[in-house]
């Protein structure tokens, strides 16, 4: 399976094409289709923006291309070193609205 920050693992050709989706394919597709998913996104985005993360993760990928210089930098080294600390730095109140939003979405499409 191969996997990317953005989307789910995408299945390998050998894999079984008829199994079942998982409950959270079954959850990533009502909210991709209804346009919640777009709608989170953008929350986040906007979270994120507004306590400092983004100008955060900013100043570490500078600082990482300053201390290796420029030219010696690939987008994927950046990825690789970043992500662990980004992901880490969210802060939880945004992760919980988050959470409630999901959690919101779901108790009003399962009442459907």
């Excluded at 346009?35 to 306590?51: A, H, I």
């Amino acid at each position: 399976m191969r996997s990317s920050i953005n989307r789910p693992p995408t299945p390998a050709a050998d894999e079984e094409r008829d199994k079942e989706p998982s409950l959270e394919e079954v959850i990533n597709i009502k909210l991709v289709e209804s346009g919640e998913k777009e709608k989170l996104m953008e929350l986040l985005r906007e979270r994120l923006v507004e306590c400092g993360w983004r100008d955060e993760m900013k100043a570490l990928c500078r600082a990482y291309a300053r201390k290796k210089g420029r030219n010696n930098v690939t987008v994927d080294d950046l990825i690789h070193v970043i992500t662990p600390k980004g992901r880490a730095s969210v802060p939880d109140s945004v992760k919980a609205e988050l959470l409630q939003r999901i959690r919101n979405f779901l108790m009003s499409t399962s009442l459907r």
